[in-house]
């Protein structure tokens, strides 16, 4: 599912979220800077891709696992064993393909 990343930079939390509340009415508009803003998160944790679309794909697949009714924990242990990512970075990778992604799941 994932390409090899290695550990960066933390982002906080709180400077996360504001960075993906949606300011842009536009849909198609909305979607390139929700997807800017995750990769940005990603880069500052030093996950990489061989793409960004490959990454805002994997943070989609981590949408339609949550939404198939899998817990948080299992898609992370799942990023960490398709990944070289370790339990914290893969908890991260989950958590802002929720917030960018899947709002929804949340919680």
């Given at each position: ?43 500052a ?47 991260f ?8 992604f ?6």
């Amino acid at each position: 599912m994932l390409a090899d990343r290695s550990p960066g930079l933390a982002l906080s939390p709180a400077i996360l979220t504001v960075l993906l509340i949606g300011l842009i009415d536009s849909p198609a508009v909305h979607a390139d800077a929700v997807d800017t803003t995750f990769l940005g998160a990603l880069n500052a944790k030093g996950i990489d891709f061989a793409s960004g679309q490959s990454a805002v794909m994997a943070g989609h697949e981590v949408c339609d696992e949550l939404d198939g009714g899998r817990q948080k924990s299992d898609v992370v242990s799942e990023v960490m064993h398709s990944s070289q990512l370790d339990g914290y970075h893969a908890g991260f990778f989950v958590g802002v393909s929720v917030s960018a992604f899947c709002p929804r799941h949340h919680g």
